[in-house]
């Protein structure tokens, strides 16, 4: 997976030479984004969590409010798609889309005010 971010990174970074540390850091929140909503995720497999502050520290870590439910999936490579698509999984998708949509007016409700 990183070597995907890496490549995207590399893109985007062809196309805005000038724009350097506003690229870095978007390439940043966006990869991070990940782990982090994965920090406020039900985790029921060993390790509990996720290690959010790797590679400076290892510990796993989790949130005791949860607001994403786990997404099921099988461990089996023949039936990982199949499982990926159920009705538990799709209402979690739902459910984070729902989320990230708050997110994503508060923050435009909060940038139109700055301007």
């Given at each position: 997976?990183?070597?995907?971010?890496?490549?995207?990174?590399?893109?985007?970074?062809?196309?805005?030479?000038?724009?350097?540390?506003?690229?870095?850091?978007?390439?940043?929140f966006?990869y991070?984004?990940?782990?982090?909503?994965?920090?406020?995720?039900?985790d029921f497999r060993?390790?509990?969590?996720v290690?959010?502050?790797?590679?400076f520290?290892?510990d796993f870590?989790i949130?005791?409010?949860?607001?994403?439910k786990?997404?099921f999936?099988?461990?089996?490579?023949?039936t990982?798609?199949s499982?990926?698509?159920?009705?538990?999984n799709?209402?979690?998708?739902v459910?984070e889309?729902f989320i990230?949509?708050?997110?994503?007016?508060?923050f435009?409700?909060?940038?139109s005010?700055?301007?």
């Amino acid at each position: 997976m990183i070597f995907v971010a890496a490549l995207l990174f590399g893109i985007i970074f062809h196309f805005w030479k000038d724009r350097f540390w506003s690229v870095t850091i978007i390439t940043f929140f966006i990869y991070y984004s990940h782990v982090f909503m994965d920090y406020f995720t039900e985790d029921f497999r060993p390790p509990f969590g996720v290690m959010l502050f790797w590679p400076f520290d290892s510990d796993f870590y989790i949130s005791s409010v949860l607001i994403f439910k786990r997404v099921f999936r099988s461990d089996v490579s023949s039936t990982f798609f199949s499982t990926l698509f159920s009705r538990e999984n799709i209402e979690t998708f739902v459910w984070e889309g729902f989320i990230l949509g708050v997110v994503i007016i508060l923050f435009k409700l909060f940038r139109s005010k700055q301007n």
